[in-house]
Nanobody, 124 residues
């Protein structure tokens, strides 16, 4: 069973930057895609962005274009860097991994494995 562990959440000031990391382990299957979602109480999980396990294409919603980038380390860690953080960026951020990509990078149902989540609070 693939294990995903997020880190890097906490308090961020509006206009500041946020860096989250997701480390994948127990890679008993190949992965096609890594995604990030966030969720607030009473709301559905919202797509934040995704990147193929290998490759440079990124999938971003309009709200993240120009503000969010991804990078990878050799130790199976994907980093999310968000700039110009806004109050609406607050929430629990989850990383997710997809074993077989079917084209719906924005859909929670696309992903097979999920991390436990990390809280991001945006406040001055």
């Amino acid at each position: 069973q693939v294990k995903l562990v997020e880190s890097g959440g906490g308090l961020v000031q509006p206009g500041g930057s946020l860096r989250l990391s997701c480390t994948a382990s127990r890679l008993t299957v190949s992965l096609d895609l890594m995604g990030w979602f966030r969720q607030n109480p009473g709301k559905e999980r919202e797509f934040v962005g995704a990147i193929p396990w290998r490759g440079d294409i990124t999938y971003l919603p309009d709200s993240m274009k120009g503000r969010l980038t991804f990078s990878r380390d050799a130790d199976n860690t994907v980093h999310l860097q968000m700039n110009d953080v806004k109050p609406e960026d607050a929430g629990v951020y989850y990383c997710a991994a997809d074993h077989f990509y079917s084209g719906r990078y924005f859909d929670v149902g696309e992903y097979d494995y999920w991390g436990q989540g990390t809280q991001v609070t945006v406040s001055s």
